[in-house]
């Protein structure tokens, strides 16, 4: 029986030797040291043998049995530590492995372009006014000389807002253009000092909104900068010596500007400004539709019911204005033939600029 005992001992520990694996472990635990492995049989027979052999084999077997599950504790512990070894290498951090580039945003093409505006007109001294987006139709209508009725408001197809309320001839709406942001900040300039409201110098960004037929050209939305100067002694000469300045500084210093008559109900006299095409230097090209020139804003003189209705006497005040296109001009930079990408969210279209 002793006998036995040894060479169960030795073959189980010679076979724990060559186990590498878990499931395999198991395996051996439950053939050396389950219910019904040679080992628990010895155990088994011990009340069949003579008394006097009991002890000695009984001591042997509990030896075995001790030792096998200690082998086997050590042998898991081994097989741990391998595993974590083996995982560690693998997965081993390579400092000197040269970084990924994170994926960064970027500003979108109207910002970049609003951007450049806000540096130049802010070097001139001009200051941004935020004005609201929702407006009364006396604010974006009324106060800037549309009358209720008036053909321009044409133009000017418009989101109203149902209120709940009637509010007769002063509907609510979303801006159709920046202007009544110049009534809002000549108010709040004058209220401040009513017999000698200070001069303005402020250019009015953001969104406004039309009620348009989407098109290549015409989106629902868009960005306009308006411009606005009011003080003593402001002239024609003025504005266009400002717009003449900012298209230089906007398109190189060769730029040439011309002015054309027009018409705002809010500015008079008024002209459209246009600049020496910047890409074929008025030659003419695709971009200038071969006129050497772009339309690129609207401006005027403040028309004296306008100053009068922001509070500034227009017998001692004058003043001009003026209004960009952002998304326009945007598309002239950088000859995008579509003005429905900017707002499409198409990040093909947006990750180019
Ligand atoms: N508000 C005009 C529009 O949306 C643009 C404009 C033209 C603004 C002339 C001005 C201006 O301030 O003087 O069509």
């Known amino acids: 029986m002793l006998e036995q005992l040894n060479q169960i001992e030795g073959e189980a520990l010679a076979a724990l030797e060559g186990i590498a694996g ?32 009991r002890p000695a ?27 974590l070894l083996r995982a560690l290498q693998a997965e081993q951090l390579d400092v000197t492995l040269p970084g990924r ?43 800037l000389n549309f009358p209720p009725n008036h053909p321009a408001r044409e133009m000017q197809d418009s989101y109203y807002i149902d209120t709940g309320t009637d509010r007769g001839e002063n509907p609510v709406l979303l801006r159709t253009h920046t202007s009544p942001g110049q009534i809002r900040a000549m108010r709040e300039y004058s209220a401040a000092n009513p017999d000698n409201p200070p001069p303005v110098r402020i250019i ?52 040439r500007t011309r002015f054309r008559a027009s018409h705002f109900p809010f500015t008079e006299p008024s002209a459209e400004a246009d600049f020496e095409c910047f890409l074929c230097g008025g030659e003419g090209c695709p971009v200038c539709k071969y006129t050497g020139w772009l339309e690129i804003l609207g401006c005027g003189m403040v028309h004296p019911v306008v100053l009068s209705n922001g509070g500034y006497d227009p017998r001692r005040y004058t003043g001009y204005a003026f209004g960009i296109g952002a998304e326009r001009l945007t598309m002239l930079r950088h000859r995008i033939e ?7 969210n198409d990040l093909r279209f947006l990750e180019q600029f």
């Open 22 to 53: 878990d499931e395999r472990l198991e395996g051996w635990r439950v053939a050396t040291l389950g219910r019904s492995s040679p080992l628990m049989q010895v155990f088994d027979q011990l009340g069949q043998m003579p008394k006097e052999e």
């Open 57 to 83: 084999v009984g001591r042997r077997a509990n030896e075995v049995k001790r030792a096998l599950e200690a082998a086997l504790a050590e042998r898991a512990d081994a097989l741990r530590q391998a595993t």
């Open 101 to 143: 580039p994170g994926a960064r945003g970027r500003l979108h093409p109207a910002t970049q372009t609003l951007r450049q505006i806000y540096r130049i007109f802010g070097e001139m001294g001009f200051q941004i006014y935020r004005s609201r987006e929702v407006e009364t139709d006396e604010y974006n209508f009324q106060l």
């Open 204 to 255: 009015l960004p953001g969104m406004c909104y039309r009620y348009e037929q989407i098109s290549a050209r015409y989106e629902i939305q868009f960005t306009q900068v308006e411009g606005l100067a009011v003080g003593e002694h402001i002239t024609f000469g003025d504005l266009k010596g400002t717009m003449s300045d900012f298209a230089r500084r906007l398109f190189g210093q060769q730029v």
């Open 338 to 344: 579509d003005i429905r990408y900017f707002w499409g």
